[in-house]
């Protein structure tokens, strides 16, 4: 049996190394972050949420981090520069086309025909991402890490289609005004309508179809409601991480050098698993192979070559002039910086 004073020392011990413990994680800074909405799925449940709920030991920084998706705190997602700005959250998970509505510069980083595959989009997002960064510091004390795709953007209806041009007519729900005005000039009727609200828009007849990923869609049980997918990738859906200047500012250069290489191996990894992701939430979605996502019986729809040439087309024709005509409204040199770093990789001068 142990003696009194063996028994002492180490209650004394443990009492030490607790005390140690409970003095470090008080020491650590507490920062407050906002995610992506639960509805959209893989993504956020397999890399971005683990990510910071770990975040000190994924950052190797003294950072405790209380995160929240952004559909369960009563905050829109076109909110979340204004948030960074006024210091209500120290990092975000950047939903690039509703906050593009505060900063119209952002939506050049997903135009209608500019990422019509993963090796393109990550060049495109290399040779923006210090564009924005720059533009976002200025306007809204924020800084941009890194950005990140959700996959290629396709069509979803509960009405019977063979190509795209089949959507003339119909009310299909779109993100972005690039994107609106492309579904306009095929004589469809743009509806905007938030990501968690499209289920029962579908289910109801508020719409007829709707264009998200076909991982996201998975997720969300588009496919209960809708009937037919085309994979016609209009867009890959860019996202970002966005820290408030405030937060980033109060970090030694050394810790921002950790931050940064932190967010730029998480953006890395997402990259991967998006694009591992697609193939088979296609599968998933129209009763083929699935190990992923749920499996339903959608009609997947083969795009036309015709199809294909109207996105292609875009950019230019549609998506691009749309874009730089309000972008310059807000930023004079808005479609120039855009021009001079995107332009060479598409071919554009």
């Known amino acids: 049996m142990k003696s009194l004073k063996t028994m002492a020392s180490s209650i004394l011990a443990a009492s030490i190394a607790l005390s140690a413990a409970t003095s470090a994680l008080a020491d650590n800074m507490q920062w407050k972050a906002l995610g ?5 799925g893989p993504i956020l449940q397999n890399q971005e949420k683990p990510f910071f709920e770990n975040f000190a030991q994924r950052t190797g920084l ?17 909110e979340q520069l204004r948030m960074l700005k006024a210091g209500l959250f120290d990092v975000v998970s950047l939903r690039v086309s509703p906050n593009s509505r505060d900063e119209p ?31 976002l510091q200025k306007r809204f004390n924020t800084k941009l890490l ?36 492309f579904v306009e000039s095929m004589g469809a009727t ?33 496919p209960e409601v809708a009937t037919h997918q085309l994979p016609l990738g209009m867009g890959i859906a ?6 408030s200047l405030k937060a980033w500012n109060s970090l030694s250069e050394a810790q921002q050098a950790k931050m940064q290489a932190a967010f730029d191996k998480l953006s890395t990894d997402i990259w991967a698993y998006s694009e591992s992701l697609y193939d088979d939430a296609i599968s998933c979605n129209s009763g083929g192979e699935c190990s ?31 874009w730089a005509a309000i972008c310059d409204a807000s930023s004079d040199d808005c479609s120039a910086n855009w021009k001079a770093s995107v332009g060479p990789i598409i071919g554009l001068e």
């Open 238 to 243: 860019l996202n970002g991480y966005a820290v």
């Open 146 to 181: 890194t950005v990140w795709p959700f996959g290629p953007q396709i069509l979803f209806c509960n009405a019977p289609i063979k190509s795209f041009s089949d959507i003339k007519g119909l009310k299909v729900r779109v993100y972005d005004q690039s994107l609106a005005k």
């Open 292 to 322: 992923t996502g749920n499996k339903f019986n959608l009609v997947n729809v083969e795009p036309t070559a015709s199809d294909f040439e109207l996105v292609n087309d875009a950019l230019v024709n549609i998506s691009l002039p749309g």
């Open 36 to 40: 992506q909405p639960l509805a959209t």
């Open 190 to 222: 743009p509806v905007p309508i938030s990501f968690p609200d499209v289920h029962q828009s579908l289910s109801m007849g508020v719409i007829d179809c709707a264009i998200t990923g076909p991982a996201s869609a998975n997720s969300a049980g588009w």
């Open 62 to 78: 003294p950072i405790d981090v209380d995160f929240k998706p952004v559909d369960t705190t009563g905050i829109k997602d076109t």
């Open 105 to 135: 510069a952002l939506l050049g980083l997903d135009l209608v025909g500019l990422n019509p595959d993963y090796a393109t989009a990550r060049k495109v997002a290399d040779a923006y991402v210090p564009v924005l960064d720059k533009q």
